[in-house]
Every structure is written in structure tokens, then in C-alpha cells.
């Protein structure tokens, strides 16, 4: 399933701008769908995983 960048906000708890720039940099895995951000489900729990080992 993918996010919503608002999705991602939410589950990080962090604000807009803080958001994007960890999805521009890279750091979070992205999928464009159009113009759009999306962010898969697995990615981000890997993401976050790895953020807390």
C-alpha cells in the first residue's frame, strides 16, 4: 500500500517541511505517481526500523 505524504506525517509525527526533506533527500524511499509523492507501507516501517536499531 502506499502513503500519502500526509500519511507519512502522521505516522511520523513531524511537520510538513520536516517531511519533505527526508523524502527529497532520499532518506525515505519514494514512488512518483505523476506528480504526486507516494511512500510504500514496507518502506517506511524498514525506514523506521532502521532509524531505531
Do not use: K
Request: no cysteine; proline share 4%.
Amino acid at each position: 500500500m502506499l502513503l500519502t505524504v500526509r500519511d507519512v506525517e502522521a505516522e511520523l509525527q513531524l511537520g510538513r517541511t520536516r517531511t519533505y526533506e527526508l523524502l527529497r533527500s532520499g532518506s525515505i524511499p519514494v514512488v512518483r505517481v505523476g506528480r504526486a509523492l507516494r511512500v510504500p507501507r514496507d518502506a517506511l516501517r524498514r525506514w523506521v526500523d532502521e532509524q531505531t536499531a
